[in-house]
């Protein structure tokens, strides 16, 4: 009795030791890190001034291995060289936290951050998804500045429609980031509160509803014009970086 005893407490012991040293993964397909620790500089050193004040907080062990399958299956959605030109790590915290608010996702060069405090607190696996495909529309943005058609975009909105912000942070502090679907926003051309932030953030809510969308949204920009119009131009985007990306891709890997 006494040596099962030992057995198991060994067993124990070797198994969070396993989990603590379990801190970063390699995607095998496309050599991206996929990181679940707080890591010395691993944001911008701008982030970490006192007004942003960066910081974040390492992932709970129990949710390393959800969160790897979450990130591998949101990678294998994109051509391998896509990746390699343009994404290094993918960060997985269990929070994220600038300007004293808490963030679901943020990106920077070649780099996304993503959060996820377990399915209790909301963070099932297809909003984690979303998060990742949200940050990276955004490093694709950033590292093909003259490929999305910006003015066109701006012309599909009604011609006194202005952003009401300079960035995300806004939208949040104000509380006017919600990602639901609204009937009446979607007339006037945007999925929601959040796409009426600035206009980076209108074509992410298209982009990460593309690699893995919410209910309906297929319909519903189907019912819309402006909206029609928008996600083809997101769709051009895309396929301006690589020919895979047809509207029949998107909508075949965008089922949950």
Not at 136 to 162: E, M, T
Not at 163 to 185: M, P, Q, R, T
Not at 236 to 247: G, Q, R, S
């Amino acid at each position: 009795m006494r040596n099962v005893l030992i057995y198991s407490i060994l067993f124990i012991l070797l198994s969070l030791v396993s989990n603590a040293q379990v801190r970063k993964v390699v995607d095998e397909r496309t050599g991206v890190e996929i990181i679940f620790s707080v890591e010395d500089g691993m944001f911008p050193y701008t982030w970490y001034s006192e007004q942003i004040n960066g910081k974040a907080i390492s992932l709970d062990s129990a949710e390393i291995e959800r969160s790897t399958e979450i990130v591998k299956k949101a990678l294998a959605k994109y051509p391998v060289d896509v990746i390699k030109k343009n994404l290094d790590k993918v960060y997985v915290m269990k929070s994220l936290k600038f300007f004293g608010v808490n963030y679901g996702g943020t990106n920077a060069k070649n780099k996304v951050y993503i959060a996820n405090n377990g399915t209790i607190a909301g963070y099932a696996n297809d909003f984690i998804e979303r998060s990742f495909h949200e940050e990276f529309s955004s490093v694709l943005l950033a590292n093909y500045p003259d490929v999305f058609d910006n003015k066109h975009w701006a012309g599909v909105n009604d011609i006194n429609f202005k952003y009401s912000c300079w960035n995300g942070f806004e939208a949040i502090k104000s509380g006017n980031a919600s990602e639901d679907f609204n009937e009446v926003l979607n007339e006037k051309g945007f999925l929601d509160e959040y796409g009426m932030s600035t206009m980076e953030n209108d074509m992410n809510s298209f982009a990460k509803n593309m690699f893995m969308a919410k209910s309906n949204f297929w319909r519903i920009v189907a019912q819309n014009n402006r909206l029609s119009m928008k996600l083809e131009l997101v769709v051009e985007f895309y396929k301006k970086i690589d020919k895979t990306f047809t509207l029949d891709y998107f909508k075949k890997i965008s089922a949950n």
